[in-house]
């Protein structure tokens, strides 16, 4: 088991079920997530015995690094191996607001978005809490700098591993972990409804977004095929679920493809879907994804969709795009890689 799947409480109860003092878990901790250590015995303020019961009982290193690619734009993205050979990506993004990492939550994903590398490959498991973790410690220390926002949107559904997301949600955001800011995160679903309603009385102020990409079924269940389990109308009820329940803004992610979703009539259809609802629209440029049959917008259209959405008091950002030269849409490395 790797330690970092300890949240705080399991870790002091470990170390009283074993004789052990609780301030230990404070030390242990400040090793973990301030020093970022690789190994237990450096951690020089616990005695031999205490070590020797850690090594017997956990594991720390998490992540072999098969592969990094940097971006022209400083964008970096990372291929990591876990203890099983199963391989997963993370993506840092440089920004100027301070370095913003994108992270994994399944090897493999069974949403099938259409337009997307991670659904290439069906999932094989979920990760562990850790094994989260251990994506921003590992992506720190090869950068040796902080960083400060976290993106759950990488390989998988985030959703769907419901019970590790929360449990990395707790020890990121744990003033003795690596200490983020919830408002700093941001979570990403593909609109898994109860689980939406499930998340707003998590009493969280991480945020939330939904990945939408088109204002009605036809276009959403081609582009997304847990369109057909959860339609349309059922996520955004969701939405306005969460909305009622938390009082927080929701943003809605929408992937901007030439000809299938980034028409002006499209525009004013999602203008009718959004109207009235505490949103706003993350407008994204698509990485394309070699075996996938789509292609971006064009930039004129990008902008045609943006000025719509705007005129009609819908809060809205046309993303700029990162990485396009290193295929940094997830998935992208791992499914060429294997």
């Not at 973790?133 to 959703?159: C, D, H």
């Not at 030269?325 to 060429?336: T, V």
């Amino acid at each position: 088991m790797l330690i970092y799947d300890l949240t705080h409480e399991e870790l002091v109860e470990f170390l009283l079920e074993n004789n052990q003092k609780k301030f230990r878990a404070d030390q242990i901790w400040n090793w973990l997530y301030k020093q970022k250590v690789s190994s237990f015995q450096e951690m020089t303020n616990l005695s031999e015995e205490l070590i020797l019961l850690l090594e017997s009982n956990f594991k720390i290193q998490a992540l072999e690094l098969v592969l990094k690619h940097m971006s022209q734009d400083g964008t970096l993205k990372c291929l990591y191996s876990l203890h099983d050979g199963h391989l997963i990506e993370s993506v840092l993004m440089r920004q100027h607001y301070g370095n913003s990492i994108c992270v994994t939550t399944q090897v493999g994903c069974n949403i099938g978005c259409s337009f997307c590398a991670s659904g290439l490959l069906k999932k094989k498991r979920d990760l562990t809490a850790g094994e989260i973790i251990a994506q921003v410690i590992e992506t720190e220390k090869l950068l040796n700098e902080r960083i400060s926002y976290i993106v759950v949107m990488g390989i998988g559904e985030p959703f769907d591993n419901y019970e590790q997301l929360m449990k990395f949600l707790a020890t990121i955001n744990h003033p003795k972990g690596l200490a983020i800011g919830a408002r700093h995160i941001t979570v990403s679903t593909s609109g898994i409804v109860p689980k939406i309603k499930e998340y707003a009385h998590m009493g969280l102020q991480v945020n939330l977004a939904i990945s939408l990409h088109a204002p009605n079924n036809e276009i959403r269940t081609r582009l997304m095929k847990i369109n057909q389990r959860y339609p349309i109308e059922e996520v955004i009820g969701a939405i306005k679920y969460y909305l009622s329940v938390t009082k927080r803004r929701v943003t809605i992610e929408y992937i901007l493809i030439d000809e299938v979703n980034d028409q002006p009539e499209t525009a004013l259809e999602l203008v009718k879907v959004l109207r009235g609802l505490n949103v706003y629209v993350n407008l994204i440029p698509y990485n394309e994804v070699l075996e996938a049959p789509y292609k971006r917008a064009q930039t004129q259209t990008m902008e045609n969709f943006y000025d719509i959405l705007k005129k009609n008091n819908i809060q809205v950002t046309l993303r700029k795009e990162q990485g396009h030269d290193i295929n940094a849409a997830c998935g992208q490395l791992r499914s060429q890689h294997l």
